[in-house]
């Protein structure tokens, strides 16, 4: 099995390709038990990505955010 490749991903309100950011493998635990109050209360958070960038997001324009493994191929959301 390959390498998992983490990443925040964010779909937003206005549309268009979803913004990609690689994290750790840490910090994908502990954003995706974040991601659903940030969203719901339109929070602004700053992000740790993988290579040491800090990235201020607005969630009140985000519609959906998850994390999902860059490494995923072929493979439709919700099914294992």
Known sequence: MADQKPALVLHLAAGGEPLLFAV???DATKYEEKLPGLV?????????????S???INFAHI?????????R???V???H
């Open 24 to 26: 750790t493998d840490e």
């Open 40 to 52: 719901k209360s339109s929070a602004i958070e700053s992000v740790q990505t993988k290579d040491g």
């Open 54 to 56: 800090k990235v201020t």
């Open 63 to 71: 519609a959906v955010a998850y994390i999902d493994d860059l490494q």
């Open 73 to 75: 191929k072929g493979r």
């Open 77 to 79: 959301f919700g099914l």
